[in-house]
Nanobody, 126 residues
Framework: VQLQASGGGLVQAGGSLRLSCAASGRTFSSYAMGWFRQAPGKEREFVAGISWSDDNTYYLDSVKGRFTISRDNAKNTVYLQMNSLKPEDTAVYYC????????????????????WGQGTQVTVSS
């Protein structure tokens, strides 16, 4: 499985960005997908995830109501719509795929994911 993240950039506080993650592989629809982020000097943290059933989503508390994860299985792509961005959202954002997750599971730890994209930088200026 190869993952290619895109859509990062520089935005002012209060602005929006939409990240995309395109996946290779014929069984994308059976992967749980997640977005993580890592700021300089900090550990990688879970931001949002979506089950492969497409029914369950899970978010970091600090992004609830601002970020939305979604997937388009026909396009093998997962998205992260980020609104009302804050300077503390600045980080490199990574998408990840879990091939072990159950139908409705949304792993929320780094260990729960098997494949990772290369990361895309999001910078929010104040």
């Amino acid at each position: 499985v190869q993952l290619q993240a895109s859509g990062g950039g520089l935005v002012q506080a209060g602005g929006s960005l939409r990240l995309s993650c395109a996946a290779s592989g014929r069984t994308f629809s059976s992967y749980a997908m997640g977005w993580f982020r890592q700021a300089p000097g900090k550990e990688r943290e879970f931001v949002a995830g979506i089950s492969w059933s497409d029914d369950n989503t899970y978010y970091l508390d600090s992004v609830k109501g601002r970020f939305t994860i979604s997937r388009d299985n026909a396009k093998n792509t997962v998205y992260l719509q980020m609104n009302s961005l804050k300077p503390e959202d600045t980080a490199v954002y990574y998408c990840a795929a879990s091939v072990r997750a159950g139908f409705v599971d949304v792993p929320s730890s780094v260990r729960g994911y098997d494949y990772w994209g290369q990361g895309t930088q999001v910078t929010v200026s104040s």
